[in-house]
Nanobody, 127 residues
Framework: QLQLVESGGGLVQPGGSLRLSCQAS????????VGWFRQAPGTPGKEREGVACIGSSSGRTYYADSVQGRFTISRDYAKNTVYLQMNSLKPEDTAVYYC?????????????????WGQGTQVTVSS
């Protein structure tokens, strides 16, 4: 069974940091581009926002303007895991964060491009 499992979410104060993990089971992420997306509260009908993504073989990364310089996406092939390091967090970063994978070398921040999704992990930035 192909599965993505996110972890690492939680409550953090503004300016704090969190690291999210996305571990795959049932398949290897080596040939998949992986993206992190988020759904802000009160926006169920809105398309999930692409936050960061990383290509498969190239490891090339892309970031949304809103997180550029604060978030870093990386992957550990040995652990079959992709990470999202989030620093200098702001209240507007509060959302459910999802990881997704697509069988392609090229990453994308468009949610409709992705085939497999995790269940999401809540990130709340509040004092």
């Amino acid at each position: 069974q192909l599965q993505l499992v996110e972890s690492g979410g939680g409550l953090v104060q503004p300016g704090g940091s969190l690291r999210l993990s996305c571990q795959a089971s049932g398949f290897t992420l080596d040939y998949y581009a992986v993206g992190w997306f988020r759904q802000a509260p009160g926006t169920p009908g809105k398309e999930r926002e692409g936050v960061a993504c990383i290509g498969s073989s190239s490891g090339r990364t892309y970031y949304a303007d809103s997180v550029q310089g604060r978030f870093t996406i990386s992957r550990d092939y040995a652990k079959n895991t992709v990470y999202l390091q989030m620093n200098s967090l702001k209240p507007e970063d509060t959302a459910v964060y999802y990881c997704a994978a697509k069988f392609s070398a090229r990453a994308s921040t468009r949610s409709s491009d992705y085939d497999y999704w995790g269940q999401g992990t809540q990130v709340t930035v509040s004092s």
